[in-house]
């Protein structure tokens, strides 16, 4: 079944396109996002609803009763590193984000790092989301009927991807605004389950406040643990050439989304802590934290809500990260760094559609290879989950770099509060990068971890190559073809 949809898919998506009578039509316009599909984009890419859902065990298994606080303390850092990107946004908006930001603010090698580690840290994310939305939606039809098998999963997130594709493909617009309702309805499902167990168990936990029981160093492995929830809220960057008012509105959207975030984060923390202190196992122990509580309070059915948030925050994450990888592959082709083919918008839509048919097609592929060769979609979830917190990190961390020392040159009034943000922030990105690598972790996360390392030094020293051989390329990345 997986593979009629791959090849059905493959020859729908290189027919080509026009309007009805056989020409491009729209005279190329491109229309502007608001700042509710802005935001909406961003939160997309962020995926909150996987943190209430399956995430948050990692976490509570070293901050215990105080993971909300892991959380909330990790919010105020990456409000503090969206205050970093969002600088460098509003100086030099592109849609290749933090490929033209670092190249402009640091130097057009870190670009060119930033700029693949991106696309691939995107892509994996891109290549899980359809899988694990099919994987919710077959748990959520059990309800009703019993479906199971790879073939039903495949064929699920093969229609994800064709329906994202499609909305990604007709515009910016359109799909912005179904990735932000749909994310809503992600939210308000969760948010559905997390009532109901106030409602149950009443909203007081004496545990979660007494600070004499605090140790730091389960916390700080929880700090560790946590920070990953918040990437993707630099996504907002890539739509700066179908914003309006981009230079003031994608700075101020970074930031609202992780404070937004965060309070998710920080509020659900909290009520499932209270839950699983009154419910066996430890709620580091389960898989599915949602479910086992809606179990424990005479609802089992409430579980379905879990499975349709996950399911529904799959499918918005797979619209967003569609329109963010394309936009990075049409600003980076524009620059002279990969493929000139790339840099080619649909004369009807104004979308990268090229960039759009590639990424469906290689991830297509990808699922009829899990499919075929039987991979668990959970190891495959987690190792395209490592190489991409740590393409986060990395970029987080670079971030912190170029701005301090962009504003430095410019002797910009702000310099000194970002050199401050940066002796807070930039230390703990290295500590989990350092955990992150050392010591290698087993199975697809340490063959990620590898492919990230030997990704960021190809990338390197074919920067450096280009810099003592061919400057005049290095220059034409610094130029800007296509920023609003």
Not at 4 to 18: K, Y
Not at 456 to 482: N, S, T
Request: hydrophobic content about 55%; some cysteine; overall charge positive.
């Amino acid at each position: 079944m997986s593979v009629f949809f791959v090849m059905t898919a493959i020859r729908w998506m290189t027919l080509p396109r026009t309007s009805g009578d056989g020409m491009p039509g729209n005279g190329g316009i491109r229309l502007k996002v608001g700042v509710g599909e802005l935001w909406g984009h961003a939160v997309a890419n962020i995926t909150p609803s996987a943190m209430p859902a399956v995430t948050i065990a990692l976490v509570a298994i070293h901050g215990g009763s105080f993971t909300w606080l892991a959380y909330a303390l990790i919010g105020v850092l990456m409000t503090l590193v969206a205050l970093q990107v969002g600088i460098l946004a509003r100086h030099f908006p592109s849609p290749g984000s933090l490929f033209f930001y670092l190249s402009k603010a640091l130097h057009p090698v870190s670009g060119m790092v930033a700029g693949f580690t991106m696309m691939a840290g995107y892509l994996g994310a891109l290549a899980a989301a359809p899988l694990l939305g099919g994987l919710f939606v077959e748990q959520a039809l059990r309800f009703f009927w019993p479906v199971s098998g790879a073939d039903w999963i495949a064929g699920i997130g093969a229609l994800y991807l064709l329906v994202a594709w499609r909305l990604a493909l007709r515009g910016i617009e359109i799909s912005a605004r179904w990735g932000l309702w749909v994310e809503i309805f992600s939210i308000l499902c969760i948010v559905f389950i997390a009532t109901a167990t106030l409602g149950h168990f009443g909203w007081r936990d004496p545990a979660q406040w007494n600070f004499q029981q605090l140790h730091t160093a389960p916390l700080a492995q929880a700090l560790i643990l946590s920070l990953l929830a918040y990437g993707g809220f630099e996504t907002a960057g890539n739509l700066a050439g179908e914003t309006s008012a981009a230079r003031t509105a994608i700075p101020r959207v970074m930031v609202l989304s992780v404070l937004m975030v965060g309070g998710f984060f920080v509020a659900m923390a909290y009520i499932e802590v209270l839950a699983f202190a009154q419910i066996p196992p430890p709620l580091g122990d389960s898989a599915a934290p949602l479910n086992a509580i809606a179990k424990a309070i005479g609802h089992p059915w409430l579980g379905i809500f879990s499975d349709l948030a996950m399911a529904t925050a799959a499918f918005s994450a797979t619209i967003a990260t569609l329109n963010s990888i394309s936009r990075i592959l049409h600003s980076m082709a524009g620059h002279g760094v990969i493929p000139r083919f790339f840099h080619h918008r649909d004369l009807r839509h104004g979308t990268p559609a090229r960039a759009l048919r590639v990424l469906a097609i290689i991830v297509l592929i990808s699922m009829a290879v899990v499919t075929l060769w039987k991979i668990p979609i959970l190891s495959v979830v987690g190792t395209f989950g490592t190489f991409t917190g740590l393409a986060f990190l990395l970029l987080y961390g670079l971030a912190n770099i170029a701005t301090p020392w962009f504003l430095f040159r410019q002797r910009h009034a702000w310099r000194w509060i970002s050199l401050l943000i940066a002796g807070i922030s930039l230390p703990l990105l290295v500590k989990v990068m350092a955990v992150s690598l050392w010591p290698l972790p087993g199975g697809g996360e340490g063959i990620a971890t590898l492919l990230f390392v030997a990704l960021v030094m190809v990338i390197f020293f074919w920067g450096l190559y280009w810099a003592v051989f061919r400057p005049e390329r290095l220059r034409h990345i610094l130029v800007a073809v296509d920023e609003p």
